[in-house]
């Protein structure tokens, strides 16, 4: 779990993203739903299709008139309403909050608004890296790399696991020409990402640390339940 005081340059909004992030996730495995492999990254749909088997339904007689006068219908639809807003805002009643709007995985992220919940926890941790990178350097974090690169690249891995990965070879010798294509491979895929030029996408660039977080473990499951 990535707590938002770990991270003291993000805004206010993206920490209470975070905190519902994390209280969510506190929820869902209280209740068994993660953790234990309760969870599994890209379940396939037809695997589950081919253990649903079709029922028959019955033609039932509605117990109920189905005609009703326009001042029933009123309060039906209100207290319809009512009950919608109660579960969406997820806040004091414990309900968990669901998103109204759908990401589009198509699209290249520019604000981290634009990323899942799984993505944000990325970029979190990437910021923090920055955060650290700067106060070393002391340089300002826009000289280190943008928010928008930092969105992009998270996408850009999240839909293509090749995308700038990085094979080691097991120390053969005759492997040294397969990995220098490699690194200029992985060069040309971090020049894609905007924002980031031929020094930070050199071996050794902050291009190449922001992959060596992309590639940790916690970030891989991650992108994997994306």
């Not at 309900?95 to 109204?100: A, D, G, K, R």
């Not at 839909?159 to 020409?177: I, L, P, V, W």
Request: aromatic share 4%; glycine share 6%; with cysteine.
């Amino acid at each position: 779990m990535i707590m938002a005081s770990d991270n003291n340059d993000l805004s206010p909004y993206e920490a209470a993203r975070l905190e519902r992030i994390n209280r969510n996730e506190e929820r869902l495995r209280s209740l068994g739903l993660i953790g234990n492999n309760a969870l599994k990254p890209h379940a396939t749909k037809s695997n589950q299709r081919a253990k649903v088997t079709p029922r028959k339904r019955r033609k039932q007689t509605p117990s109920v008139p189905t005609r009703s006068s326009k001042r029933l219908k009123e309060l039906k639809d209100g207290a319809i309403q009512e009950d919608t807003t109660d579960t969406d805002s997820g806040g004091e009643n414990g309900t968990i909050s669901i998103p109204e709007e759908k990401v589009n995985y198509s699209a290249i992220p520019q604000e981290p608004d634009q990323l899942d919940d799984n993505e944000f926890q990325v970029y979190v941790t990437i910021r923090a890296w920055r955060l650290r990178r700067k106060n070393e350097l002391e340089v300002e974090p826009y000289k280190i790399c943008q928010n928008r690169t930092l969105c992009e690249l998270i996408r850009r891995r999240r839909n293509g696991a090749r995308f700038a990965s990085r094979q080691k070879g097991e120390g053969d010798k005759k492997q040294t020409n397969a990995e220098n294509n490699e690194e200029a491979a992985v060069e040309r895929d971090l020049l894609s990402v905007w924002g980031i030029g031929p020094s930070k996408a050199a071996e050794g660039g902050f291009g190449w640390e922001m992959l060596d977080i992309l590639d940790s473990e916690e970030t891989v499951k991650l992108l994997e339940l994306s």
